[in-house]
């Protein structure tokens, strides 16, 4: 099991960088919507989910890989 999750390591890297990507590069091209957002990072994920199309449900998608591939980076820490 342990070596298991060593080997999903590497590709949840690849998959922490490809979101961290789309959602800055969301961030930076729509930056007008969310500087004038309300709440944390998981609120504005949240409501744009709800109401921002293609572009909310990728962003959200992308704030929701981050959050879980953080939570299993922090999951092998405490297996170490």
């Given amino acids: 099991m342990k070596n298991l999750l060593w080997g999903l390591f590497d590709?949840?890297?690849?998959?922490?960088?490809?979101?961290?990507?789309?959602?800055?590069?969301?961030?930076?091209v729509y930056i007008k919507e969310f500087r004038g957002a309300k709440g944390g990072y998981i609120q504005i994920a949240l409501e744009q989910y709800k109401s921002g199309g293609l572009k909310g449900k990728a962003f959200a998608i992308s704030s929701a890989l981050i959050v879980l591939c953080f939570v299993f980076f922090i999951f092998l820490s405490f297996r170490k």
Avoid: G
């Avoid at 690849?14 to 990507?21: R, V």
């Avoid at 789309?22 to 930076?28: D, E, G, K, R, Y």
């Fill in 11 to 28: 590709y949840i890297v690849l998959i922490f960088i490809f979101a961290s990507a789309v959602a800055l590069t969301i961030m930076v």
